[in-house]
């Protein structure tokens, strides 16, 4: 079975700018995959951040971007703030009505 | 604005079947093309997708929870519901309820508060 691969942990600079992508464990990414992201703060349930590997869901900020780099997909954060640290995950469809998340990315702003 | 409520016993014994309901507001599950999924997250660790249903009733499951799974759908409530049977020590988790992915949909949106529920005797 085909696994989501994300960085366990990332730690930014408030102001300063990080890049988290989501894999596979065979093959490369692409937007057939529809890529979303989701941002997780302890005790709460995950909130929609990106969707469409690119499209920024209602209410989230600027500062977060969707994309494809190499053969990922990835989310961006220029300029982290306070309030962004927080557990990030992607899920992929793998095809035939399956879906994937990633193991998560723990982002650390200080 | 569509809300989602998970609702269901908290504590379930080992080799018992799990049972939760998703309770939709704000909209109705019968309406458009939606599916409608379960995802669980066990403490400290990751989400996990269980499994998905149409409006219709066609279903789509996680490979590795096939088996033990069953989800189903009351349009006439406005409820969805999942069963996992034979739970062990390992399908205590926090279970979300979501709208999606699936037709236009490609994501999961909104999502419910989460349910813990507890496998123990």
């Known amino acids: 079975q085909t696994v989501v691969t994300q960085e366990p942990s990332f730690s930014v600079s408030p102001g300063g700018t990080v890049t988290l992508t989501c894999g596979l464990s065979?093959?490369?990414?692409?937007?057939?995959?529809?890529p979303s992201w989701y941002q997780q703060t302890p005790g709460q349930a995950p909130r929609t951040l990106i969707y469409?590997?690119?499209s920024r869901s209602s209410g989230v900020p600027d500062r977060f971007s969707g994309s494809i780099l190499g053969n990922k997909a990835a989310l961006t954060i220029t300029g982290a703030q306070a309030d962004d640290e927080s557990d990030y995950y992607c899920?992929?469809?793998?095809?035939?009505?399956?879906?994937?998340f990633g193991g998560g990315t723990k982002v650390t702003v200080l | 604005q569509v809300q989602l409520q998970e609702s269901g016993p908290g504590l379930v014994k080992p080799s018992q079947t799990l049972s939760l309901t998703c309770t939709v507001s704000?909209?109705?599950?019968?309406?458009?093309?939606?599916?409608w999924s379960w995802i669980r997250q066990p403490a400290g660790k990751g989400l996990e997708w269980i499994g998905r249903?149409?409006?219709?009733?066609?279903?789509n499951y996680n490979p590795s929870l096939k088996s033990r799974v069953t989800i189903s759908v009351d349009t006439s409530k406005n409820q969805f519901s999942l069963n996992l049977s034979s739970v062990t020590a390992a399908d205590t988790a926090v279970y979300y309820c979501?709208?999606?992915?699936?037709?236009?949909?490609?994501?999961?949106?909104?999502w419910g508060q989460g349910t813990l529920v507890t496998v123990s005797s």
């Open positions: 979501a709208r999606g992915p699936g037709g236009g949909l490609t994501w999961f949106d909104p």
């Open positions: 704000g909209g109705s599950s019968s309406s458009g093309n939606y599916y």
């Open positions: 249903i149409y409006s219709s009733g066609s279903t």
């Open positions: 065979s093959g490369s990414v692409s937007t057939t995959y529809y």
């Open positions: 469409n590997t690119n």
């Open positions: 899920v992929l469809y793998m095809g035939s009505g399956i879906w994937v």
